[in-house]
T-cell receptor, first 114, second 112 residues
Framework: DGGITQSPKYLFRKEGQNVTLSCEQN?????MYWYRQDPGQGLRLIYY???????QKGDIAEGYSVSREKKESFPLTVTSAQKNPTAFYLC?????????????FGQGTRLTVV | KNQVEQSPQSLIILEGKNCTLQCNYTVSPFSNLRWYKQDTGRGPVSLTIMTFSENTKSNGRYTATLDADTKQSSLHITASQLSDSASYICVVRDTGRRALTFGSGTRLQVQP
């Protein structure tokens, strides 16, 4: 089946540790995105990538890092510099270059700092 | 600053009843507006898209409207079902940065 897959579904991190969230898509989409969702707030853009080996900071990139070595994969690392990492993280992909294109979302990863 | 405001924040209705969710936006220049449904702990799924020239669009029991002059959209759900219980998110894209601005969503609970 075509789609976008995030793993793991739940992730627990100790303070001071880096963790990496996986996002894989087989939709042949050029663009991929990472969003953070907190209770009562809209999704906020962390990073996005429109093409392999290139990515741009979103609105809340501090404390996060990404890579885009393959078209299918866009992993997000939450570093120890992120002061409040507990949140629901959503990855999305879309066909870049078309204004009405739909963003397809993964099922999300819930990260909890313990 | 681009903003998307949704109301109400939460809503409880009885199964079989209708409801309307509101979305006001200040995104400019406007490209399109999408309504997404997000089940608890899952990723959002697109319900419908509205472009500048469209006033009304239906997808089954969901009907979206758009007034580009007043920058308002609504999502009307007819004959609600228990499975409609979810968050409904309004998302607006601008033509400049082609960025997406998300509303905080309306949490709908349908009770039997």
């Amino acid at each position: 089946d075509g789609g976008i897959t995030q793993s793991p579904k739940y992730l627990f991190r100790k303070e001071g540790q880096n963790v990496t969230l996986s996002c894989e898509q087989n939709l042949n989409h050029d663009a991929m995105y990472w969003y953070r969702q907190d209770p009562g707030q809209g999704l906020r853009l962390i990073y996005y990538s429109q093409i392999v080996n290139d990515f741009q900071k979103g609105d809340i990139a501090e404390g996060y890092s990404v890579s885009r070595e393959k078209k299918e994969s866009f992993p997000l690392t939450v570093t120890s510099a992120q002061k409040n990492p507990t949140a629901f993280y959503l990855c999305a992909s879309s066909i870049e270059g078309q204004g009405n294109t739909e963003a397809f979302f993964g099922q999300g990863t819930r990260l909890t700092v313990v | 600053k681009n903003q998307v405001e949704q109301s109400p924040q939460s809503l409880i209705i009885l199964e079989g009843k209708n409801c309307t969710l509101q979305c006001n936006y200040t995104v400019s220049p406007f490209s399109n507006l999408r309504w997404y449904k997000q089940d608890t702990g899952r990723g959002p799924v697109s319900l419908t898209i509205m472009t500048f020239s469209e006033n009304t669009k239906s997808n089954g029991r969901y009907t979206a409207t758009l007034d580009a002059d007043t920058k308002q959209s609504s999502l009307h759900i007819t004959a609600s079902q228990l499975s409609d219980s979810a968050s409904y998110i309004c998302v607006v894209r601008d033509t400049g940065r082609r960025a997406l601005t998300f509303g905080s969503g309306t949490r709908l609970q349908v009770q039997p």
